[in-house]
């Protein structure tokens, strides 16, 4: 996970050129009106940096709101886009393997762009492990993946592939399989790209 090769995509291109930008994430958001949240739950967006969700979440009146990603540049779009809503948001620069997390505080977990660039065994592990500490008893994960009609790589690094059964598997027992997507993503340049999106609930 290298803050530097991220960092390099933002500072070189715009945000709504990449690959993975969409104006808005409508199944994350179909996924999130399905659960009984309140506006002062607090939500983590892990590998949200540039992403719009943060958005359409503070339109809903969230108001306790995290953002963590690698690249401090990817942040800074989103900071800029959001500069009318300074106090809304926690700005987390981290390795979400690396960085510490509040224990039993997120009601909800989002994860668009960070679990399918996990190739380590040992990477996955970790991740469901952290992830378990933070959510809060009866939290929610919003998961989404390249599925496996999806690509084998983004931005030159490599991926792993999920049905919703694999992604069953690598967060074990702790959680219940709630709902499951595979969704055609339009990139700008016109492209498909298949994805899976899990809904989990830890028990």
Known sequence: MNNIH???IYTEKAS??????CDHDETSLQLLDEMDLRPQDAIIDVGGGASTWVDDLIGRGFSRISILDLSAAALAVTQQRLGKYPGT?????GDVLET???QATFSLWHDRAV???LTNKKQRQRYVQILSDALKPGGHVIISTFAE???TQCSE???CRYSPE???SEFGTLFTLISHNHVIHRTPAGKSQAFTYCHFQII
């Open 149 to 151: 009609d999806g690509p």
């Open 6 to 8: 991220w960092d390099k």
């Open 89 to 93: 948001v926690k700005w987390i620069v």
């Open 157 to 159: 690094l490599p991926v």
């Open 100 to 102: 510490p997390l509040p």
């Open 16 to 21: 709504t050129t990449v690959s993975w930008y």
């Open 166 to 168: 694999q992604l069953r």
């Open 115 to 117: 679990f399918h660039f």
